[in-house]
């Protein structure tokens, strides 16, 4: 058994265990609060969290607004409500000296709005703002109006120099700690340079060390750094302890908090966590954000990646190996593609691949007539959650709310798909559930497999929060 230590992280002593943010009704006010009570770092999401009315029952999502525009501002308000709720509960569980932060991504529709909204409306409630997905140079201008700890989230040095020079040295006195999220076995959206190799994972320990470097060339030696992604047992990461070339180090966990008792992921999620195999983790690049992003490969993603190999590069003449003549559409417009690949789309159309939809890239991709309609829709009803949306083209800084691109048909609604396995309950019957969650976006690290193989869950056991927290303390 390994002994291990609390470390002093903004002015408090806690055990060196956060719990990973997760949006959209994943990382939730019982979940973090059960976490800080334990004695770690709870997390409430400030993406889209749910609230509920006078009588306890969840408040759907639901938009009545005939724009993009007014949906956006429903969704905001949705994620203030909700916000203030789950962090409400989280502090009523951890009680006054649990420590509770809140996570927002940078790049959600209405960040900034939302999270000045959450603090304003539960005063005092929350310690810490954890954020990531793009460069949130203005963390720290918000912690500092509220006075709370900012801990950004980070996959390189580079990045947090980039940060520190530009803002953050204004507020060192708030800097919490800094996240290292590895950006290839981190769940969810992951900070992949256009240098990175997606397919070649890098050893952590040398680039937290760069980290550790660059912190404290600033003057940052006893400041934090929470390592996030790819953590499971910590007798795994022990040479990292009391290390001088890592200093101070705290361990996130995301994927693990996944299967609790207190975890409000249905039942239908939680039971395929324990039937994943290593290697059912896909990193992948169909989100709308952009960003790679890391999530279990099921029908869903086998879905998008069969969407995007149906693709064929075109033109509207004939332009040197272009130079086959293809009719698309009810009224059968030509195109122009190579005949290779009108050998290829001609396959695919007598398989039912009969709608032929254009992409920003001068390519098409070929679907079920269903699947188009679905995807249609889908663009049609965007509510703005990203700041900038591939699949619906949608951007709150441009003009009329768009990017100036055509919508992207290979990526798809990712507030649609989240929210729905969230809420795949089994009252729609197990079965039903089962295929809910299978046909939906399922964000996990790397290590879920784990779940399945790894004794502490044996025979169906779900522990507590605080079971887990206990049983991570003893290292192993």
Excluded at 29 to 51: E, K, Q, R
Excluded at 70 to 75: G, I, K, N, Q, T
Excluded at 429 to 457: H, K
Aim: hydrophobic share 40%; aromatic share 10%; with cysteine.
């Amino acid at each position: 058994m390994m002994s291990i230590d609390t470390v002093r992280m903004a002015g408090r002593d806690v055990l060196p265990l956060v719990e990973g943010g997760k949006g959209v009704s994943v990382s939730t006010g019982i979940s973090a609060g059960h976490w800080a009570a334990a004695g770690g770092v709870g997390t409430v999401s400030a993406v889209n969290a749910d609230s509920y009315d006078a009588d306890g029952n969840r408040i759907p999502q639901t938009y009545s607004g005939r724009t993009r525009r007014e949906r956006h501002e429903e969704l905001i308000r949705y994620a203030i409500d909700g916000g203030i709720t789950q962090v409400r509960i989280a502090r009523e569980i951890a009680g006054k000296n649990g420590m509770i932060n809140a996570n927002l991504l940078w790049e959600m529709g209405g960040a900034e709005q939302v999270i000045e909204g959450i603090l304003e409306g539960a005063p005092g409630m929350i310690d810490g703002l954890t954020c990531g997905a793009g460069m949130p140079y203005r963390l720290s201008e918000i912690a500092a109006r509220h006075n709370v700890h900012y801990y950004p989230i980070v996959s390189s040095a580079r990045a947090f120099n980039a940060l520190w020079k530009r803002a953050y040295h204004k507020t060192a006195e708030l800097l919490g700690a800094v996240v290292y999220e590895d950006p290839w076995r981190a769940g969810g959206h992951n900070g992949l340079s256009n240098t990175e190799n997606p397919l070649k994972p890098e050893d952590p320990y040398p680039r937290v060390a760069a980290l550790r470097k660059a912190m404290n060339q600033f003057g940052l030696e006893s400041v934090p750094i929470i390592m996030a992604g790819g953590v499971w047992w910590l007798e795994e990461w022990a040479h990292w302890f009391n290390n001088p070339e890592i200093g101070p180090i705290v361990f996130q966990f995301g994927t693990r908090p996944l299967l609790t008792q207190e975890s409000p992921i249905p039942d239908a999620w939680k039971r395929r966590l324990r039937r994943l195999h290593e290697g059912d983790v896909y990193l992948n690049r169909f989100s709308p954000t952009g960003f790679y992003s890391s999530a279990v490969n099921n029908s869903f993603m086998l879905n998008l990646r069969g969407r995007s190999e149906r693709q064929v590069a075109y033109s509207s003449e004939p332009v040197g190996e272009h130079d086959t003549a293809h009719g698309i559409g009810a009224r059968k417009r030509e195109v122009w593609m190579t005949a290779t690949d009108r050998e290829h789309v001609l396959a695919w159309e007598a398989a039912g691949y009969t709608e032929a939809m254009r992409t920003p890239d001068s390519t098409l991709v070929f679907v079920t007539p269903e699947e188009s309609r679905i995807i249609v829709a889908d663009q049609v009803a965007c509510m703005g959650c990203l700041s900038e949306c591939r699949f619906s083209n949608w951007s709150q800084r441009g003009p009329n709310y768009t990017n100036g691109a055509k919508s992207d048909p290979r990526s798809f609604c990712i507030q649609k798909s989240l929210q729905d396995i969230a809420h795949a309950d089994d009252s729609l019957g197990i079965e039903a559930a089962d295929t809910l969650v299978d046909n939906n976006l399922m964000f996990g690290g790397t290590n879920a497999w784990r779940f399945g193989s790894d004794p502490f869950y044996a025979e169906g056991f779900t522990p507590t929060v605080r079971q887990l927290v206990e049983q991570i303390m003893t290292g192993r």
